[in-house]
């Protein structure tokens, strides 16, 4: 496995990321365990997951991949050399079920964070990350940006000021962003730096074959304020694979069992993800390892979050870490790419 920094701090992360948000849906608590384990065997010290998991969120399920983890750690002696990574949900009329409407102020980061350390069974978190800003914006695939002013509206000094509160107290280590814009990513620096508080490090924002989004603007931010990607949706929920082309939907694959995902299975990414896997194929290469590989070779990415429902997807997606793609292949993804940028924002 190789291993890379993680903002500023003195943590080496694996290039491979564990992502766990089908456990307690997709996945059984032992088989959640048995990918946990296998992981770190292969190197992985680096383990995802977020209070409102699994996907998709339901108040009968929320909290059960936490939980499931924190079973797996209660067991092990190595809690020291594991970096676990959670998140605190930003607000969602949709979620009342949670704090009765999840907002990003003490009381609900501080509920929040100790339900986690509890049902993760551990004295802290070593990256807390915020899963989605507090402020009306441009996240989860949304173009354009409508400008309003929210007046209630937590403000980002206001939220890091709490969680700096609780790195003073030894339950967070670090705090990183997620499905941020680079206003807010340079807004959280910023209040850093002006008031002494706890700096982010590092973005946990979608990035594939299908969505390079986060090279414009936010890339450069990574490189020069130590902030680096987590890669989620590294596969595009499992398009780039190309399990789904022509109509397919294998038995219980996540866009079978969930129709709501639409994201990446729009007419035109299905269209590109056909040219990618044309391309890995001609060079006799798996097109989910050869996806997985281009997110690896990015360098402001920091780590590659992936997500697997069975043993032999996860043993794959691992290796993609060894996979070295030619210049060749590097100048085909590139000409793809010009031809139909970004097909799934």
């Known amino acids: 496995m190789l291993y ?8 080496d992360v694996s290039l491979i ?21 296998f992981a770190v065997e292969h190197g992985i010290n680096f383990i995802d997951t977020a209070e409102m998991y699994p996907v998709p969120p339901r108040a009968e399920t929320q909290g ?20 676990i990574a959670s998140k ?33 069974q ?3 978190i ?34 890091l000021r709490v969680l700096s509160e609780f790195v003073i107290q030894g339950k967070i280590r670090h705090i990183g962003i997620s499905n941020e814009t680079p206003w807010g990513a340079m807004e959280y620096l910023r209040l850093a730096e002006t008031y002494d508080l706890p700096r982010i490090v ?37 398009v780039l694979s190309g399990k789904y082309l022509d109509g397919a939907r294998p038995p219980g694959a996540r866009l079978t069992l969930f ?26 290469m798996d097109p989910a390892q050869m996806a997985l590989a281009f997110v690896n070779s990015r360098e402001f990415v920091t780590s590659t979050i992936i997500g697997a429902t069975s043993m032999q997807q996860l043993r794959d997606n691992i290796e993609s870490f060894a996979v070295q793609l030619s210049d060749d292949i590097l100048q085909n993804i590139e000409t793809i790419h010009q031809s139909q940028a970004n097909p799934c924002p």
């Open 122 to 124: 551990t004295d802290y």
């Open 17 to 37: 990321c564990l992502g766990t948000m089908t456990y307690g849906e997709q996945n059984t608590e032992a088989e959640a365990h048995e990918q946990l384990d």
């Open 259 to 284: 129709e709501r995902f639409t994201r990446y299975n729009n007419p035109e990414g299905l269209k590109t993800t056909a040219q990618y896997v044309e391309l890995a194929r001609d060079h006799g």
């Open 64 to 83: 059960l991949t936490e939980q499931y983890i924190g079973s797996w750690l209660k067991r092990r002696i190595d809690r020291d050399k594991l970096v």
């Open 126 to 159: 070593d990256l807390y990350q915020l899963h989605w800003p507090e402020r009306d914006t441009n996240y989860f695939g949304k173009l354009g940006y409508t400008h309003k002013e929210q007046d209630d509206a937590i403000t980002i000094e206001e939220t």
């Open 202 to 238: 590092s973005i946990q924002n979608p990035y594939n074959l299908l969505n390079r989004t986060y090279e414009i603007g936010l890339a450069e931010i990574s490189h020069r304020e130590q902030a680096g990607l987590l890669a989620y949706s590294p596969l595009g929920f499992g």
């Open 4 to 11: 890379r920094r993680l903002g500023y701090t003195d943590i």
């Open 88 to 120: 605190v949900v930003g607000p969602a009329d949709w979620m009342s079920y949670l704090r009765g409407g999840p907002q990003l102020n003490k009381q609900h980061i501080e509920n929040a964070l100790n339900d986690s350390l509890l049902r993760l």
